[in-house]
């Protein structure tokens, strides 16, 4: 017995030793990895902001506390200014509201790369796309897919726009007189048959998975899932995501929609010729088998680039048209307003014909919808990865390799540019007497630059069309105060509760 215990004293005695070991060796690479890292830390801690738990940084208050809402941020930027850094673990991350900072990091070719973290977020749920390509790469690409969004093609996507809509308004119609109802589900099947069929083309709408509109919800997983693999770093490792689940729950609806979108692609391998006059000539699915004909990108890079391009298009889309909407049922005067000026355009109400130049008429309604995106932007935040050193206008130098958050929420409600008024609606702010005022880097709803948002023009133009249907034909209101929504942080612009809409018919 004696020996025994004289055994088992030597074996936790050895696993207290190599548990020692262990926990020394890790100590003596963090202590490495800090010190390969004080000019960084060193410049860094030069911007006022929280410093956050040791290792874990801000991260747990964000995602605990906060729930991952913007009020986060809005407490940190009101306490410690416009430019503040905070820190996701051990890495830090600089945000901003300051106009002129926004304009330094968008204007220098220091700047273009996005966040490799955010990137490989996205990419892992829906392939390499062009959202994911970084210098040199990503200029190329650009240029290629730039035609599938020039205005002349847009405008031939009208009469999907018309169609769609439609659709949208035979549902909306089985509403009227209903009280308050969910609207923001039709939303978003209104926006993604759309963007599913100015992306991929005709073919599209005999697919089954279009028709029955099943495939929103797996695009809407897979934004969630790219919003947690940002958030949470960790669970981008595979075994991890296994272990909690995401990793089939990603890979499921990934499935669904690579059957969709092999439907469509298998088409385009051995294609019918297409003169440059065909109207689909230039659409994405169109450009990108261009460049896998020529072998410059492959059949899976072909389904990522759509895949992409539906689900940064009609996401945003949709729920820009539901915040306008909710914004002017808060606002019945600036609804009413809106409501004049289509009835003086669209004099008769129903399934009425809108044309470019008709739109072109709608100044209110532009103001609307601008206000719109200033006050609730698609996109809450972008960020970019310093290439090399950058000296900003204020005289701070950001070292290599660090990534700026571009608060376009909190750039948009600047109260130094938007004044006292900066959260309150008022479309009057985009009238050009007061615009002449702003810095014009404190609008930037799409981003500025380079790697401006590709589809901002589609995105106003889808939105314009489904609002003059709307708006003409229906009075918006709800029970709910403007003042009570919460925004949630995400790759686009969530909130915790989406209020219900109530519609009475206009004649």
Known sequence: NHSIANIIHRSDSS??????LLLAVGALFWIYFLWSRRRLYFLMLKIPGPIGLPILGSSLENIITYKRKLSFRTKYLNKYGSTILTWMGPVPFIVTRDP???EDIFSSPDCHNKSQHIVNAITSCMGNGLLGKQDPHWLDRRKHFNP?????????????FDAETKVLMNLLDTYVDKGEIDVVPEMLRWSFKIAAQTTMGSEVKHDEHFKNGSLVESFESLISHSTLNILMPLVQNRMISKICGYDKLRADNFSRIQKMLDNVVNKKVNPLPKTDSDPESNIVINRAMELYRKGDITYMDVKSECCIMIAAGYDTSALTVYHALFLLANHPEHQEAVFEELNGVFPDAGHFGITYPDMQKLDYLERVIKETLRLIPAIPITARETKNDVRLSNGVLIPKGVVIGIDMFHTHRNPEVWGPDADNFNPDNFLAENMEQKHPYAYIPFARGKR???GSKYAMMSSKFALCRILRNYKISTSTLYK????????????????RLKLQRRG
């Open 100 to 102: 002129k900072v926004v």
């Open 148 to 160: 599938s969004f020039k205005q002349d093609l847009l405008l031939s996507f009208f009469h999907i």
């Open 484 to 499: 009570d929504l919460v925004y949630v942080d995400n790759m686009t612009m969530k909130l915790a509760e989406y209020p």
């Open 452 to 454: 401006n948002c590709i």
């Open 15 to 20: 696993i207290m030793l190599t548990i020692n």
